[in-house]
């Protein structure tokens, strides 16, 4: 079994900043992938940025310049820092790992956590 923990989503004001956190925990021999997703109300869910194992990288455009995803592997964390929010970022936000563990390769989504972004 594989568990992620998010914290890190709260209301700000456009222009601020965020940083999301997403811990994973369980049987898991190494991760592959870590990201993040985002879903808008009355929007399907959407890549936002991830990252591999290698630390290659890559973001939704509509985040380049403002989002970074990093992850601490000793940790099993992966992070996204959030800089000049706007009111359109407003959504709740998944943690995404695909991981080798004892049950074989695995996806698992966290529980989400809501960014609110006001004018």
């Known amino acids: 079994q594989v568990q992620l923990v998010e914290s890190g989503g709260d209301s700000v004001q456009a222009g601020g900043s965020l940083r999301l956190s997403c811990a994973a925990s369980g049987s898991i021999f190494s991760i592959n992938i870590m990201g993040w997703y985002r879903q808008a109300p009355g929007k399907q869910r959407e890549l936002v940025a991830r990252?591999?194992?290698?630390?290659?990288?890559n973001y939704a455009d509509s985040v380049k310049g403002r989002f970074t995803i990093s992850r601490d592997n000793a940790k099993n964390t992966v992070y996204l820092q959030l800089n000049s929010l706007k009111p359109e970022d407003t959504a709740v936000y998944y943690c995404?790992?695909?991981?080798?563990?004892?049950?074989?390769?695995?996806?698992?989504w966290g529980q989400g956590t809501l960014v609110t972004v006001s004018s």
């Open positions: 990252v591999t194992s290698g630390g290659g990288t």
């Open positions: 995404n790992v695909e991981a080798f563990t004892s049950s074989g390769y695995v996806e698992r």
